[in-house]
C-alpha cells in the first residue's frame, strides 16, 4: 500500500508530462481559437448542449470567416476548415485520409470501409469501388423499382385521411432497397416480411443508441454505458444483425458452390449482389470482414437515403409548386406509370436532381465528417498540421454560409443547382457526400434509388403539410434529423 500511492502519482505526472510534450507541437500551431480553459480546452462550450444548440455553436464559429480555426478537448487538438478550398485540401490529401479512432469507434465495425484505418482501408476500398459500377447499378433499377411501388402500395391506407409520418415508410422501403441489392433477399416474398421488420427495428435500435452515445462529451465513461438496460438491449440487436448476416453469407456460400458444380445459373438472381461479388473473391476476406463490409453499407446506405427523402418529401409537400415543376417533368419523360425506369431517363430528371440536392445543402444528412493526420500535413505554405490531429469538417455550416451562398443562404431554392450557378462556386462548396478518394462510395447508388422513390410517389400520390419551412427545426445526431415528424397529407393524383 506504501508503495502503490506514489507509484500511481508518478504514473499521473508521467502521463501527464507525455501529454504536454505530445500537444505541444499542436498548440503552438499558428491559427486562431476561441478562448478557452486550461486542461480541458473547449469542451465546456460542448458540455450540456443539447444537439440543436451544438449546431448553432457550429454556425456561430462558422460565421466568424476564418480559413481554419483550431479548438482543442484535453490532449486530443480538433482543426475545423472554413472555406471550401480548405476542405478540399484536407479531404484530397492523402496524409489526411485516416479516420480518428474517437469518431468511428461507437460503429464498432472496425473492418468496414466507413471506419477502417487507413491501409485497410485503401486495399477494401478498390475491391468495392468496382461493386458500385454503374453497369451494377443498371441491374439494381428493377429492385429499386419493385421497392417503389411496394411503399406506394402500403400507403394507400392514408389516402384522403389525416397526416401521417411518411418516414417509416420510406425507411422501410429503403432498407429492403439495401437488403435485397446486397443480400439478395427477396422484396416480395412474404417470408421475407417478419425478417425485414427484425431487421428494420434492431438497426434503429443500434443507430439509435450509437447516436445517444455519440453525442456525450468524449469523455463519457463507456464503462456505465454497459450497466444500463440500454446497452442489453443495444447488444441483442447487433447480435442479432451479425448472426442474421452469417446465416445469409453461409446461404449464398452454398448457392454459389452448388452453381459452381451444376454450372446451373438459374439459382443466381439476373442482379449482382454485393454479397455474391465479395463471395465469389475466396479468400480475399474472412467471414468476419464481410459480414462488417456488408453492415457497414447496410448502415452507411440505408439511414442516410431515407432520411434524405424523407426531408425531400417534407420539402416538397410545403412547396407545392416546386413540387408541381417536378410531376411536369417526370409527365414529360414518363408519358405513362409504365414508362421503363432506365439510367437514361432517370439522368434526365434534371429538376428533380435540383431538388435532391437542394435538400441535402439545407439538410446534409452526414452534417459533420472527421478525418486525422496520418503525417505531417502542410495544409498551406509554412503552416505544417502535425500527424494525429483531427479535422472536424463541419458540412452543415459549409451548406449554408452566407458568403458561398448568398443572403437567401437558408432558403430552399432548387435553381441555386442551375449550371450557371454550379459554375460560379468553387466545386468543394457542396459536398453532402464528402469529397476527394473517401468520399460515400454509394452517392450514385442513392440517387438512382431516390430519384426511382420520388418519382413512384409522385406519379400516384399529391402531397401537402400544414407544416411550415421556416419553423422546421433541426438537431445533429448521428445522422442530421428533423426534430419532430415528416407529417404530410396525401390524395390521388389525377391524370394531368
Ligand atoms: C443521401 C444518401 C447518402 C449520403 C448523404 C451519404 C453521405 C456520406 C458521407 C458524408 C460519407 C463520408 C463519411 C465520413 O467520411 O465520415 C459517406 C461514406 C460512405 N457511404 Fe454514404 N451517403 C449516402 C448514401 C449511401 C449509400 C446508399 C451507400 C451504400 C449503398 C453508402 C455507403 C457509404 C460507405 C460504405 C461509406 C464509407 C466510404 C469510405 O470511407 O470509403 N452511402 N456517405
Redesign the pocket.
Known sequence: MGLILPLLGFIALFTFIYALIDAYPKIKLDIPSPPSIPIIGHLHKVIGLNTEDQLKLAQEYASGQVKLMKFWFFNIMAIAPGTPEMFQRILNAEECME?PFIA?RLLALNN???A?RFHR?QRD?KF?NNS?KMSTLQSFLPIFNEAAERICDDMRVNLNGESFNISPAIFKCSLKM?CS??LGMRINDAENAETFDKIYHAVNYVIESIASLQNKPVIYPETLYLLTPRFWKHLKSALYLKNFHHRIINERRNILEKTDENKNEEELPSYDIFIDQILKNKGLFTDREIWEHIL??LA???E??A??LSHCMLFLAIFEEIQQKVVDEINEIFPTSDTEITLENLGKLQYMERVIKET?RIA???PV???ETRKPFEIEPGLVIPKGVVFILH?YCLHRAKRWWGERAEEFDPDNFLPERVAERHPATF????FGK??????R??ML??KTILLRMLQRYKFSTHLKYKELRFKSTLTLQLIGEHLVKIEERKSE
Open positions: 479516420k468511428y468496414g470501409l466507413l477502417s482501408w476500398r468495392f458500385f439495401i441489392t446486397s457497414t453499407i452507411a446506405g440505408y442516410t437515403s432520411t434524405c441535402l446534409p444528412v452526414g465528417v472527421f478525418r458540412i459536398i453532402p457526400f464528402s473517401r468520399n460515400c462510395i454509394g452517392y447508388y442513392a434509388s431516390m
